[in-house]
């Protein structure tokens, strides 16, 4: 899409894929384990980061923050 952007089908198929990326059906069911996503936002809207920068420091902090022996098997099934 962004080497052919007259190419309908590769933007279509960029669209599809960033509506299922987005709008959490792919985890109906699933308890979620991970407000590392949200609190990210935040973090970007206030600092000027890009949120793929604040996915890549934040999920180390926090999960060190909130680990401990009693939700230890929840962290470990993250491979």
């Given at each position: 899409?962004?080497?052919?952007?007259?190419?309908?089908?590769?933007?279509?198929?960029?669209?599809?894929?960033?509506?299922?990326?987005?709008?959490?059906?792919?985890?109906?069911?699933?308890?979620?384990?991970?407000?590392?996503h949200a609190m990210?936002?935040q973090l970007s809207?206030?600092?000027?980061?890009?949120?793929?920068?604040?996915?890549?420091?934040?999920?180390?902090?926090?999960?060190?923050?909130?680990?401990?022996?009693?939700?230890?098997?929840?962290?470990?099934?993250?491979?």
């Amino acid at each position: 899409a962004c080497e052919k952007p007259d190419d309908y089908e590769a933007r279509a198929n960029l669209m599809r894929t960033s509506r299922w990326a987005i709008n959490g059906f792919l985890a109906c069911g699933l308890t979620s384990l991970w407000p590392v996503h949200a609190m990210e936002h935040q973090l970007s809207a206030v600092y000027d980061v890009t949120h793929g920068h604040g996915l890549a420091v934040l999920p180390p902090v926090w999960m060190r923050y909130v680990l401990n022996d009693g939700n230890v098997g929840p962290f470990g099934s993250f491979h």
